[in-house]
């Protein structure tokens, strides 16, 4: 069922003044979560945590098999629809250098991307929920995720069945530290990108640097590839169209007199839509073995597929603007106007289930928003004055959509 205006209009008062109850509970348990990080799809220090932070509601509760995920299920006093909501749980290998007195207490491990602050606030919203349950003609999932940053924790899930109660609309908060707090920002269609992986190795044949004559150096026909894939994606492209890629790694030889036998090229393909996709996989792979061809060269070229276009419900995004603002007030609600680059592994829930994902501000109003450290810096700081917010939105889109 969607949201509509009747069911927004029918949301019981005071969820925002109930989350900054459960506030202390959320604090509490995001910085338990931010002192501990885990990586990957195997958390079970984090798992632990979530299970202890749910102890005593009425909930279902299964954790994975394959990853130590937690899909937590809410039954409604009445039959009705399934809303899902999402929170992903694991963090980022890289060291912190906050300075909260809070910090990661595990060297070279740090929640970046605030996935310890997704996890708190959906805790505290299944916790809300759970005091509410009369309201509720339905049933609430709340999945609990590993394995967001590159390790499809997911399509893990949904594997192993986290949408067997067969949810008719899904939604996920993403926080931010580059939006004032409390604010909501959101859009129908592409919001985020596809991200694949492009691996390139090239082959030519080693020699003595002095007598490049005698050899056939892979660097240069390497280095031609990067200024040709720029070139590529202007004309293969069109401009009305989004596409980057972007090559970060460049690895050949040993020392400076010798040519190498090889040369190998990493690098990342961000696209919006399917099609455009699909040309570019074909298209750099071509320019790649060519060009190493023009140099006496070969090239094993692949693109190694990534998360999916994360693309939001134009029907179920309206419903999560309505609420949204009937919860925060209209003026938190800010449209975004064009989609981010960066990848999200609730695309592939949302290519199952009509849903939406937003970006959930939580800049500190003492930070120079031209200064702001973005998510995945080692120095991002997340305002927890901006938890309420999210709680309450939770909450209210699993009212609306069930109650």
Do not use: W
């Not at 129908?188 to 694949?196: F, L, T």
């Amino acid at each position: 069922m969607p949201i509509t205006p009747a069911s927004v209009a029918g949301l019981p008062g005071g969820l925002l003044e109930a989350a900054r109850v459960l506030q202390p509970r959320t604090v509490a348990l995001r910085r338990a979560l931010h002192r501990a990080p885990e990586l990957g799809l195997h958390l079970p220090r984090t798992r632990d945590a979530v299970l202890r932070a749910l102890d005593g509601l009425p909930l279902r509760i299964r954790t994975g098999g394959s990853c130590t995920s937690v899909t937590a299920v809410l039954d409604g006093d009445r039959p009705g629809p399934t809303v899902l909501l999402r929170g992903d749980m694991d963090a980022l290998p890289l060291p912190e250098d906050s300075g909260l007195d809070f910090a990661s207490a595990t060297d070279g491990v740090m929640h970046a991307c605030g996935h310890d602050t997704h996890t708190a606030m959906l805790a505290s919203a299944a916790r809300l929920l759970a005091d509410r349950r009369d309201r509720i003609a339905g049933r609430v999932v709340f999945m609990f995720q590993p394995g967001e940053e590159g390790f499809h924790g997911a399509r893990h899930m949904i594997d192993e069945g986290v949408l067997d109660e067969d949810p008719e609309l899904a939604y996920a908060l993403h926080i931010t530290s580059t939006v004032p707090t409390g604010q909501l920002h959101h859009r129908p269609g592409p919001i985020m990108a596809a991200a694949d992986v492009l691996r390139v190795r090239v082959t030519g044949r080693g020699g003595h640097a002095s007598a490049p004559q005698d050899a056939c150096d892979p660097v240069p026909a390497a280095a031609a590839m990067v200024g040709g894939l720029q070139t590529l994606l202007t004309r293969r492209v069109g401009p009305q169209e989004s596409a980057v890629l972007t090559v970060s790694r460049i690895e050949a030889g040993t020392t400076d007199n010798v040519i190498p036998e090889t040369a190998e090229l990493t690098g990342t393909l961000r696209t919006l839509s399917q099609p455009v996709r699909t040309l570019l996989h074909r298209a750099v792979t071509e320019h790649c073995r060519h060009t190493a061809l023009a140099y006496g060269c070969t090239a094993e070229a692949e693109i190694v597929p990534g998360y999916p276009v994360t693309r939001n419900d134009d029907r179920a995004t309206a419903g999560l603007v309505r609420v949204a603002e009937k919860v925060l007030g209209r003026g938190a609600c800010v449209a975004m106007p064009d989609p981010l680059m960066g990848s999200e592994d609730f695309s592939y829930v949302l290519d199952r289930v009509p849903g939406s994902l937003a970006f959930l501000g939580a800049r500190p109003p003492s930070v120079d928003p031209a200064l702001a450290p973005p998510n995945h810096s080692n120095r991002v700081v997340f305002d927890e004055a901006a938890f309420p917010a999210g709680v309450a939105v939770y909450a209210g889109l699993a009212l609306a959509a069930t109650g």
